[in-house]
Structure formats: structure tokens, C-alpha cells
């Protein structure tokens, strides 16, 4: 099995968008598992705050790092 993982738009009749690189690799009869991941409120807050911690972070800092 192999896994391509893209961003999704819900389309206005209810299905999901799939990238043109992909469509190629698919055919009519293609049967492919589909796994949604929402993000809800509090995951893009820790991913926001993780993304910020890191920036602040220096290769200075890594004599920290073996303490």
C-alpha cells in the first residue's frame, strides 16, 4: 500500500477533493482507505506554540541539551 497524504476541500456536494498529481494514479476502480483528521481548537494552539518555542531555539542552546 502506498500513502499520499494532501489538504482536502470538502467540494459542495459533499465529496472530497483530490490533487491533480494524484488523480493520474487513480482509475475508476481504484479502492482507497480514507482516514480524516480534524484539527480541532486546542491542536492548532500546541502546534502553534511548538512552531514558536522553536524558532527562539539556537544551536547555542544545544550545550543544554546534555545536562
Request: proline share 3%; net charge negative; hydrophobic share 40%.
Amino acid at each position: 500500500m502506498k500513502a499520499y497524504e494532501y489538504l482536502a476541500e470538502i467540494l459542495p456536494d459533499g465529496h472530497l477533493s483530490i490533487p491533480e498529481n494524484l488523480m493520474g494514479k487513480l482509475s475508476g476502480e481504484s479502492k482507497v482507505r480514507v482516514m480524516l483528521l480534524l484539527e480541532d481548537e486546542d491542536t492548532m494552539w500546541n502546534n502553534f506554540a511548538m512552531s514558536q518555542f522553536m524558532k527562539g531555539y539556537s544551536e547555542k542552546d544545544d550545550i543544554y541539551d546534555s545536562l
